[in-house]
């Protein structure tokens, strides 16, 4: 088996993922939020990240890209995939009523694009109306 193909295997990119997700844990936490868990998990969907900052709710997809061009951003999400996230948000708060008068935001960070930093935070990068 060639080593390229190794390195392009699914538990390599589960491991580049948690590697994104701790980076973007870290830069979050430096920036002031506070993490409010990590992986949150329903049968519809999962979040990366769930934080808060200044009585925002701010639900994180990370995306861990360190081998794409930079046009690859503009792809980053499907409108699927950010209706599964939106429906998964939705489980949360309805599992943790504390935070149902919270605002909330979904926000994407990318992880290791070239030529962009380490972790290119965009917030509001979408919205339940899309």
């Known amino acids: 088996m060639s080593e390229a193909l ?5 538990q390599n990119n589960a491991n580049t993922g948690k590697k994104g997700e701790a980076k973007a844990e870290a830069y979050l936490t430096d920036e002031g939020y506070t993490i ?3 992986n949150w998990r329903t049968r519809s969907g999962e979040i990366d990240i769930i934080a808060e900052k200044d009585g ?3 639900f994180c997809e990370v995306k861990t890209l360190p081998h794409s061009p930079q046009d690859t951003l503009e792809y980053v999400l499907s409108k699927r995939k950010q209706r599964k996230i939106i429906e998964t ?4 708060l309805l599992d943790n009523r504390q935070y149902s008068n919270s605002y909330i935001r979904f926000d ?3 992880i290791d694009v070239p030529r962009y930093s380490p972790v290119y935070h965009i917030q509001n990068a979408f919205s339940e109306f899309i």
């Open 56 to 58: 925002v709710l701010v």
């Open 89 to 92: 948000a939705k489980c949360f």
């Open 36 to 38: 409010i868990c990590r």
């Open 6 to 10: 190794v390195e392009q295997g699914p």
């Open 108 to 110: 994407v960070l990318v």
